[in-house]
T-cell receptor, first 113, second 111 residues
Framework: DVKVTQSSRYLVKRTGEKVFLECVQDMDHENMFWYRQDPGLGLRLIYFSYDVKMKEKGDIPEGYSVSREKKERFSLILESASTNQTSMYLC????????????FGSGTRLTVV | KQEVTQIPAALSVPEGENLVLNCSFTDSAIYNLQWFRQDPGKGLTSLLLIQSSQREQTSGRLNASLDKSSGRSTLYIAASQPGDSATYLCAVLWGAQKLVFGQGTRLTINP
């Protein structure tokens, strides 16, 4: 069964900490994405990547960075966590063009205290 | 601006009813449209994917239709069950390879 795996279901971090959220896919997808989901705001794209070492800003990149050193792994980094980054984070992957759709991970619920 | 809208935001129906969830989008030049299901606190599960050249897709009790000219898609759920209770999200892929999501419809099926 093909998968997008997010390393943590729940995380609690302190304000100012550097936080790493990891995502791994086993479908050989070129494209990978990070979204955050908040009540009333829906899903918003943070960053995406079309290939190894490639990255593009999404709609809300401020306060985040990403790393893609290998095709199967896409990391989201919160450089200095803040309480307004408390959210559900969702990783997704797809082939170029999205012809067979996107596959999402199970999400990471991050709480910054 | 490319936007996706889902109405209503919430829907509650008795078990056994057939129901329709609506999705509308601006800009008819889509690549495809995908319907997802999300259970509380969980990730997104893909239900159906409709390519721009298709009019509908079916999976079990689910049927999704696409009318690009009017900018609409519907998700039809037949013989609803309590296990169908979830939030249903519509997402559209335009040329930039980035999915744009609607706000979702929270569906409750009452036994």
């Amino acid at each position: 069964d093909v998968k997008v795996t997010q390393s943590s279901r729940y995380l609690v971090k302190r304000t100012g900490e550097k936080v790493f959220l990891e995502c791994v896919q086993d479908m050989d997808h070129e494209n990978m994405f990070w979204y955050r989901q908040d009540p009333g705001l829906g899903l918003r794209l943070i960053y995406f990547s079309y290939d190894v070492k490639m990255k593009e800003k999404g709609d809300i990149p401020e306060g985040y960075s990403v790393s893609r050193e290998k095709k199967e792994r896409f990391s989201l980094i919160l450089e200095s966590a803040s309480t307004n980054q408390t959210s559900m984070y969702l990783c997704a992957s797809s082939f170029p063009g999205g012809d067979i759709g996107y596959t999402f991970g199970s999400g990471t619920r991050l709480t910054v205290v | 601006k490319q936007e996706v809208t889902q109405i209503p935001a919430a829907l509650s129906v008795p078990e056994g009813e057939n129901l329709v969830l609506n999705c509308s989008f601006t800009d008819s030049a889509i690549y495809n449209l995908q319907w997802f299901r999300q259970d509380p606190g969980k990730g997104l599960t893909s239900l159906l994917l409709i390519q721009s050249s298709q009019r509908e897709q079916t999976s079990g009790r689910l049927n999704a239709s696409l009318d690009k000219s009017s900018g609409r898609s519907t998700l039809y759920i037949a013989a609803s069950q309590p296990g169908d209770s979830a939030t249903y999200l519509c997402a559209v892929l335009w040329g930039a390879q980035k999915l744009v999501f609607g706000q979702g419809t929270r569906l409750t099926i009452n036994p």
